[in-house]
């Protein structure tokens, strides 16, 4: 798949320009988290149950259609290439910090909401995943100001790195490949 990376700032301003009122980070996390709690990669409901989640259920305009299938298919990539590729649709390392670290609490908080869609029961779950949304949970109400120094973007780069790493152990324990899906297809004789 050659796809370009789809980045932060393009595919927030197509939701704005469309009046949806959650930024890209968000709507990133949200389909991660969907597909990392146990949704199938080829189910087609995603945008449907995203449409009731970002934009009050109304139908979405075609523009944010197609980039919403873009991310979708850029993160199915990602999850399943070997080499823990998933990257986080966040600002790039040349915006303010508390803008990074803003949008990192809101891709966050939207992988928790997409998560808890495909995932109640997480008595099944490892304690590294239930560890890991615990984390998650306290990462979501981060809210102070960050210095911008050396110090700050460690840290940052390190909570990142930690969310990056949580949401591939999420999907490697609960996601379901394409692989997972044709096998749960009826044979037919």
């Known amino acids: 798949m050659s796809n370009p990376q789809v980045s932060y700032e393009a595919f927030s301003n197509t939701l704005n320009q469309h009046k949806i009122v959650v930024d890209g980070a968000e709507v990133h996390g949200i389909l991660c988290g969907m597909l990392a709690g146990g949704m199938n ?21 075609q523009e944010v259609v197609q980039a919403l299938t873009d991310v979708y298919n850029q993160i199915c990539q990602q999850f399943i290439e070997a080499d ?10 040349a915006s303010p910090i508390n803008e990074r670290g803003q949008a990192l609490t809101h891709w966050v908080q939207g992988f928790m ?6 995932q109640a029961d997480l008595s099944k779950c490892s304690d ?19 210095n911008d120094d050396e110090e700050s973007e460690q840290a940052l780069f390190e909570v990142v790195e930690y ?14 490949s ?4 044709k096998q749960q297809s009826p044979v037919i004789h």
């Open 113 to 118: 909401l997409g998560f808890g869609l495909y």
């Open 128 to 146: 590294d995943v239930k560890e890991a949304l615990e984390d998650f949970a306290q990462i979501a109400r981060m809210d102070e100001q960050m």
């Open 84 to 93: 823990f590729s998933l990257r986080l649709l966040l600002p790039d390392d």
């Open 178 to 181: 394409l692989l997972d899906s």
């Open 41 to 61: 990669i080829d189910d087609q409901s995603w945008l449907e149950a995203l449409s009731e989640t970002i934009n009050q259920g109304e139908a979405l305009p």
């Open 163 to 176: 969310v990056r790493i949580s949401a591939m152990l999420c999907f490697n324990e609960l996601g379901k």
